[in-house]
């Protein structure tokens, strides 16, 4: 069933969704980052399914786009309230809720998976809406380490099939990284590339290599931290504060794998210690391991290195 927040009228027919712009899209997994990705794409005047597996999900995902909307409103809108209320709810308008994977692609063009990172629960997502959506829909995979040729391994249409890796707060972070695999067809990575500059977002291009460009990067560095800490070396306040101060980060490497989620980081490192065993940056961290034993996964669960509990 796929429920409407609202009706809007949108400048196009449903012929345009044959054509080479991409109107339409479906995002699978209403989670943080899909619920993002569903929000910047409905800003840009797309029109947006979330698919989710039950309607409690997708009410979260609504009410963190709600108030993410909220957020942009007022600072786009300062001093146009009106304006700003508007804003929002057209925007909530061109969000569509559903809880039926094969009913939500029937009109995309565009299809992103921001779901568990998991090949098999993957591969079974994809196997159901490659048999669903219309021939010209392309797909794109969120995933932050796993390969896009594998997980596109599965469908008839590796040419059509990418990565679009998004990053957190998704409403936020200008970066979007386009994976092209040596079967992604140059008229697919061209439409990933329009479509990201059409939702605000600066593109770059990366191969289909473990964590792309920013996660192989940076979840080593964030590892590094966390073995400064276990080996007593400094403090997690003075770590967080030297590369604030320091190096002039956002927020220190403490701080933000307590934002990205310590499960998150965990699986990555331990997915990439499984390929690479020889590499020490990827070797499992015992204060990460205890701390996720123990359900302290970061900002999401009200503790990890540091405490959220209001
Ligand atoms: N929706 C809308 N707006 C938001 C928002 C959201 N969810 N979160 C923050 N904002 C806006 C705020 O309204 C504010 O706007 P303003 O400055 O114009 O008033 C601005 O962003 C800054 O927010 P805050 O004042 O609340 O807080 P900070 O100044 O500390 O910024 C931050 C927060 C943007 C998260 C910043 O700390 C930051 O950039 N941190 C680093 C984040 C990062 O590295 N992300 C990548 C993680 S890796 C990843 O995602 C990949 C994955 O595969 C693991």
Redesign the pocket.
């Known amino acids: 069933m796929i429920m409407r927040f609202s009706i809007l009228k949108r400048g196009f027919s449903s012929s345009n969704a044959m054509s080479a712009a991409i109107n339409q899209v479906t995002v699978i997994g209403g989670g943080l980052?899909g619920s993002?990705i569903a929000?910047v794409a409905a800003q840009a005047g797309n029109t947006v399914t979330i698919c989710e597996v039950n309607d409690a999900a997708l009410q979260k995902a609504q009410s963190?786009i709600q108030?993410?909307?909220e957020?942009?409103a007022?600072?786009v809108y300062k001093d146009k309230a009106e304006d700003g209320k508007k804003f929002v709810s057209d925007t909530m308008g061109r969000v569509n809720l559903s809880t039926k994977v094969g009913e939500s692609v029937q009109k995309a063009d565009l299809v992103v998976e921001a779901i568990i990172e998991k090949m098999e629960v993957k591969h079974k997502l994809f196997k159901e809406i490659d048999g669903a959506a219309p021939a010209h829909t392309i797909f794109a995979s969120?995933?932050?380490?796993l390969s896009i040729k594998e997980i596109a391994s599965v469908t008839k249409r590796k040419d059509k099939f990418g990565g679009l890796?998004?990053?957190?707060?998704?409403?936020?972070?200008k970066l979007l990284e386009v994976i092209k695999t040596e079967d992604t067809s140059e008229d697919t990575y061209n439409k990933f590339l329009a479509w990201g500059k059409a939702i605000g977002k600066t593109t770059v291009t990366c191969k289909d290599t473990p964590g792309f460009v920013?996660?192989r990067l940076?979840?080593p560095y964030m590892a590094e931290a966390c073995r400064l800490l276990e080996r007593g070396d400094a403090s997690a306040r003075d770590i967080d504060t030297a590369m604030k101060l320091g190096a002039g980060?956002?927020?220190g490497p403490l701080?933000?794998a307590d934002?990205?989620?310590l499960d998150?980081?965990k699986y990555?490192l331990d997915g990439w210690n499984k390929q690479f065993p020889e590499n020490p940056l990827f070797a499992p961290i015992k204060i990460v391991d205890k701390l996720v034993a123990e359900g302290k996964l970061g900002v999401k669960s009200g503790e990890g290195f540091y405490s959220y509990k209001k």
Do not use: A, C
């Not at 998004?166 to 972070?173: A, C, D, L």
């Open positions: 980052m993002g929000q963190r108030s993410s909307l957020r942009v007022k600072k969120n995933t932050s380490s890796h998004f990053f957190n707060p998704v409403p936020v972070m920013v996660n940076l979840v980060y956002p927020m701080e933000l934002y990205v989620g998150t980081t990555i």
